[in-house]
């Protein structure tokens, strides 16, 4: 473990709730001019996930933050139109977990690329030179999918994949390919020296300069963290932050409540936060509350993933959505979707006082997918069901 040196401030725990949530976009009027762009480089990375019930996860994250920006124009913000020469903002690498990044970050991903360079073992083999027809059919023939490159799979299980691409998998983990956009949720290769802007393709930061930026990075994204939030933001290891801490520009703190050490963004403390709280239902893998151990710390709030959970052991339901209100984690739905009705399948409300936050991110969230009614089929607490259904018709 690093030294920690003498703490510059001490917060209430209220404080550094908000500080977390204007860091990650949820105190203060949203900067709509940013839009999409805005909030991807605010957050420094977008976790991307195969599960769709309202919408993908990379679209919940900035209707969480903005309100009901058309779905359209959040696929148009991340990727690069295919067929055009402009000038990529944003890739898909191996962050949190497979995130869409900021361009600008391509260089600090360096130190992950060696290290996937060097890696002696790989769960899948490769024939001598099929990663070279890979980058040679690439080059000839511009950005394409797995399956454009010969197949993604051989016809076995998800991870059986073909030798085509396992080459363009490893080839993107190297840093030679990159992936600008997805076709159909499928990635889209192209070779990085054709994608990425020439002053940004390039591993000249050696491994510590690397690490000291993304720590200074999920420090501004977090507001303020423990060593292990600030590994956990980039999938750092505890060691990696130590060594860089001292040199990144977090300064150290104390939180009322927080028994480990902690560190927070100088300008975040330089003004308290103020505004304007959002009402919404959160992805589960949005970067507030991806970490389940910060997020019992912050909030007082319990949440888990559970859509790789058998269905007997899930308590709350497949894909349960979070709910925020008056930057306070409320309760949660499960939700689903039945033609022009958004189906609230089990509603969970910690407080009478969520009946009104959870209806209007109800209904919020069936017009920004285009469903016309909200039915509601389960309610924890069977006395506010009718309090809830009131609130719904009035609305």
């Known amino acids: 473990m690093t030294t920690v040196p003498p703490p510059a401030a001490e917060l209430s725990a209220d404080e550094a709730r908000r500080i977390a949530l204007r860091a990650q976009g949820f105190l203060g009027a949203p900067d709509r001019r940013g839009g999409v762009r805005g909030v991807l480089r605010h957050l420094g990375a977008v976790q991307l996930d195969t599960i769709s019930v309202l919408a993908r996860s990379h679209e919940l994250i900035p209707y969480a933050r903005l309100g009901a920006v058309g779905r359209r124009t959040v696929e148009d913000a991340y ?27 391509w260089p600090h991903f360096a130190f992950r690329r060696r290290a996937y360079r060097n890696r002696p073992n790989w769960y899948h083999e490769l024939a001598d030179g099929a990663y070279e027809t890979v980058i040679k059919q690439l080059r000839a023939e511009g950005p394409l999918t797995a399956t454009e490159l010969g197949g993604a799979k051989n016809g076995g299980p998800w991870w059986d994949w073909s030798e085509a691409k396992v080459a363009v998998e490893r080839a ?31 591993d000249d930061l050696d491994d510590t300069e690397c690490l000291r930026r993304l720590v200074r990075l999920a420090g501004r994204s977090l507001g303020v963290g423990t060593r292990a939030d600030l590994a956990d933001y980039h999938r750092l290891k505890g060691e990696q932050v130590d060594a860089v801490i001292a040199d990144s520009g977090l300064v150290p703190v104390t939180v009322q409540g927080w028994t480990k050490p902690a560190w927070a963004d100088p300008e975040a403390l330089a003004s308290p936060p103020k505004g304007r709280h959002r009402t919404t239902l959160m992805s589960p893998f949005d970067s507030l509350i991806w970490e389940r151990a910060r997020t019992e710390r912050i909030f007082g709030f319990t949440h888990r993933l559970e859509a790789y959970v058998p269905k007997p052991k899930r308590v709350y339901g497949y894909f349960a959505m979070p709910l925020l209100s008056g930057g306070r984690l409320l309760g949660r739905v499960d939700p689903a979707r039945e033609g022009q ?30 469903c016309s009614d909200v039915r509601v089929e389960r309610v924890d607490a069977p006395e506010l069901r009718g309090a809830l259904a009131e609130a719904l018709t009035a609305l």
Do not use: Q
Not at 86 to 101: D, G, K, V
Not at 180 to 197: I, N
């Open 172 to 202: 993107l983990m190297h840093g030679e390919v990159v992936c600008t956009g997805r076709r159909s949720w499928k990635r889209v290769y192209d070779l990085a020296e054709r994608a990425v802007p020439d002053a940004l393709l390039h």
């Open 79 to 105: 990727w690069t139109p295919p067929g055009t020469d402009a000038a990529p903002h944003a890739f898909e690498y191996w962050s949190h977990a497979a995130c869409i990044l900021p361009i600008e970050e």
């Open 341 to 370: 009705t958004l189906v609230a399948k089990h509603v969970s409300l910690d407080t009478p006082k969520a009946v009104l936050p959870m209806a209007l991110a109800l209904r919020e969230a069936a017009e920004w997918v285009g």
